[in-house]
C-alpha cells in the first residue's frame, strides 16, 4: 500500500479531501434531503425498520447518493459492497454476487451499491435480476440521468426510485459552517462573495466544500471580494449535457416560456443553453417550429423572422448571431398566440386517414379533353374572380364527405381580421346554398 501512496507522491498520512472529511457518520447530518430522510420519510423508515429494499437514487451530483446509502448500509446492519459501472464489467458482477451469497449463507445482508448504474449495459442491467429477486443483495443505484429512459423496465419494476434534490442555498450554506466549524476558522469571503460561492457551486455540495478548501488553503489575511474570488476560483460551466436529459428539459423551458407569452423567462433558458454550449441552430430549429405551432396566424411574420435569425446566426456566427436569437425569443414570447392552424392541421390529417380516396367533386375538376367534359368535369364551376365580392360560396369537399370544419381562428393579432373574414364568408355560403 505505501508503494501506491509513493508512486501517487503522497504519503499514507496525506490528508484527504475536505469534502470527505467531512462526510455524514449518520442519515441525520445528510443535508437537503428531508423529503427522503427527514421523520416519516421513506429511506428514513427504512434504516428504522432495518429492512431495505433495492432502490435506484435520482439526483444530481454532489447531493448525497453514496453516502446515503452507505449511511443505510451502516444503520440497518447490512455490510457494504461497492462497485461504479464505470470500471465494473461482467467478472467484477459475478465475483460481487458470489460474495454478497456466501455472506447471506452465514446470515449476514448485503446492501450493493452501483455508482453510475445507467452506465451498464441493458444485458448487464438484465443481470441484476435473479440476485435481487433471491434477496442475495439489496441493490442500491445511482444515477445523474432519469431512470425511465436509462434503466430496463425490468429493473425498475423492482426497485424503487428515490428522487434526490438539488441542493438549494440553505442546504450549502449548512455546509459551509461545518466546514468553518471542521477548520476552527471562518472563510475568508466578504458577504457577498459567500453568496456568490454558494452560487457558484450550482447545488453540489461536493463541489462547494472543494471550493471552501481551496479557500482556506490561500489563508488570505483580508478577506475576499466577489472579484477576487472569481480570480481565485475558476467557475466551472453549469451542469448541462447536450446528450442527456438536461438537453430536453432546457429547450422545453424555452418552449414553453415562448408560449406562456414570457420574454423574460424564455431569454433565461436560452442564456442557459447557450452558457452550456448548446448548438444554437438546435435552437433554432425549436423556435422555428415554436413560430409555427404556437404563434402560427396569430402573427403570420413570426416564421419568417425565425427563419431570418437562423439565417442571421449562419452568416454571422457566434457570438453576434445569438443576438439574433435573443431578438427572436423576446418576439416570439411577446406575440399574439394561436395554435388554430396546429389543430386545424391534425383534425384535417384525420379526416383524410378516415375518408380514404374519396375523389373531389366534378365541379372543380379539370377538363382537358372531350370526353371528360362529356363526364361533368368542371361543369358548374364559378370563377370566384368573377363573382360579387370574389367569393362564390361553392364546396370544395367530396359530395361523398359533406363539409367539415378544422380551423377554428382564435380571434389572437392577425387572426381577429381572418376570423372575422371567415364567419362573413360562412353567412354568404349558407345564403348562396340556400338561393338554390
Known amino acids: ?14 490528508p484527504s479531501p475536505l469534502a470527505d472529511r467531512l462526510r455524514p457518520q449518520r442519515l441525520d447530518e445528510v443535508v437537503g434531503q428531508e ?55 461482467v467478472a467484477d458482477l459475478k465475483k460481487a454476487f458470489e460474495t454478497a451469497r456466501a455472506r447471506r449463507a452465514a446470515g449476514q445482508s448485503t446492501l450493493l451499491f452501483v455508482d453510475e448504474i445507467h452506465r451498464f449495459n441493458r444485458a448487464q442491467q438484465d443481470g441484476f435480476l435473479p440476485f435481487v429477486e433471491e434477496g442475495v443483495v439489496t441493490l442500491v443505484g445511482a444515477t445523474t440521468e432519469n431512470p425511465s429512459f436509462e434503466l430496463n423496465g425490468a429493473l425498475l419494476s423492482r426497485c424503487q426510485v428515490f ?33 456568490a460561492l454558494v452560487a ?14 481551496t479557500l482556506f488553503n490561500i489563508a ?11 480570480q481565485v476560483l475558476q467557475k466551472r460551466s453549469p451542469a448541462y449535457d447536450k446528450d442527456r436529459e438536461e438537453h430536453y428539459n432546457l429547450i422545453s423551458a424555452l418552449h414553453k416560456s415562448i408560449r406562456g407569452s414570457d420574454p423574460d423567462a424564455a431569454l433565461y433558458w436560452l442564456a442557459r443553453m447557450l452558457q452550456g454550449g448548446e448548438n444554437p441552430l438546435f435552437i433554432a430549429r425549436r423556435l422555428i417550429r415554436a413560430a409555427m405551432e404556437d404563434i402560427g396566424e396569430a402573427d403570420p411574420m413570426s416564421l419568417v423572422l425565425a427563419n431570418a435569425a437562423k439565417d442571421t446566426y449562419d452568416f454571422l456566427g457566434s457570438p ?13 414570447a411577446a406575440a399574439p398566440k394561436s395554435n388554430a392552424v396546429y389543430v386545424a392541421y391534425k383534425k384535417a390529417m384525420a379526416a383524410a386517414r378516415e ?5 373531389p367533386p366534378p365541379h372543380i375538376l379539370n377538363a382537358p379533353t372531350r370526353m371528360m367534359k362529356d363526364l361533368g368535369y368542371g361543369k358548374g364551376y364559378a370563377y370566384d374572380h368573377d363573382v360579387e365580392g370574389g367569393f362564390s360560396g361553392q364546396d370544395y369537399f367530396p359530395e361523398e364527405m359533406g ?34
Open 355 to 359: 375518408t380514404g380516396s374519396l375523389m
Open 163 to 195: 428522487v434526490l434534490k438539488r441542493l438549494d442555498a440553505e442546504a450549502l450554506e449548512a455546509l459551509l459552517a461545518k466546514a468553518e466549524a471542521f477548520e476552527g476558522r471562518p472563510l475568508p469571503l466578504m458577504p457577498e462573495a459567500r453568496q
Open 35 to 89: 423529503h427522503l430522510l427527514g421523520v416519516g420519510g421513506p429511506i428514513r423508515r427504512m434504516a428504522e425498520a432495518g429492512r431495505l429494499a433495492s432502490m435506484i437514487l435520482w439526483g444530481p451530483p454532489g447531493t448525497g447518493k453514496t453516502t446515503i446509502a452507505r449511511l443505510l448500509a451502516k444503520e440497518a446492519g447490512y455490510t457494504f459492497q461497492q462497485l461504479s459501472a464505470v470500471f465494473s464489467g
Open 403 to 436: 363539409r367539415r370544419s378544422f380551423y377554428q381562428p382564435k380571434g389572437e393579432g392577425t387572426e381577429a381580421r381572418i376570423k372575422e373574414r371567415l364567419e362573413r364568408w360562412a353567412a354568404l355560403r349558407g345564403q348562396r346554398k340556400g338561393g338554390e
Open 220 to 230: 488570505s489575511a483580508e478577506p475576499l471580494d466577489t472579484k477576487q474570488l472569481g
Open 200 to 213: 457558484m457551486a450550482d447545488g453540489d455540495g461536493r463541489y462547494l466544500l472543494t471550493l471552501a478548501e
Open 1 to 14: 500500500m505505501a508503494d501506491l501512496f509513493e508512486a501517487a507522491g503522497l504519503t499514507p498520512q496525506a
Open 320 to 332: 453576434e448571431g445569438e443576438i439574433a436569437l435573443a431578438q427572436l425569443v423576446v418576439h416570439l
